[in-house]
């Protein structure tokens, strides 16, 4: 499985933002699809993610009611729609593809398959 994110770039405070994430993988939508981040000194963040069927989600509470995932099974895409974008959203943003059970989906080391990062920088 390959995952191609793009999307990112600058953006201001209170601003949106959509990443993308391809996935090139014939069975895409057997996988649980996840968004973590990393700022710079941090440690990788769990951010959201989604069922295979797009019907179930989870996000990290400092995200959640400003970022929403979803998926395009037909096109093999994740989303990740980013408003009211703070500074503190500031970091490489990735998209990771897993088998995971559910209860587990939200665990950085359940993914098997990595994108390259994308860069989101909020600025005041």
């Known amino acids: 499985v390959q995952l191609q994110a793009c999307g990112g770039g600058l953006v201001q405070v209170g601003g949106s933002l959509r990443l993308s994430c391809a996935a090139s993988v014939r069975t895409y939508s057997r996988y649980v699809m996840g968004w973590f981040r990393q700022a710079p000194e941090k440690e990788r963040e769990f951010l959201g993610v989604l069922s295979q069927n797009g019907g179930s989600t989870r996000y990290a509470d400092s995200v959640k009611g400003r970022f929403t995932i979803s998926r395009d099974n037909a096109k093999n895409i994740v989303y990740l729609q980013m408003n009211s974008l703070k500074p503190e959203d500031t970091a490489v943003y990735y998209c990771?593809?897993?088998?995971?059970?559910?209860?587990?989906?939200?665990?950085?080391?359940?993914?098997?398959?990595w994108g390259q990062g994308t860069l989101v920088t909020v600025s005041s």
């Open positions: 990771a593809a897993s088998k995971s059970a559910w209860g587990t989906a939200h665990l950085e080391n359940m993914y098997y398959y």
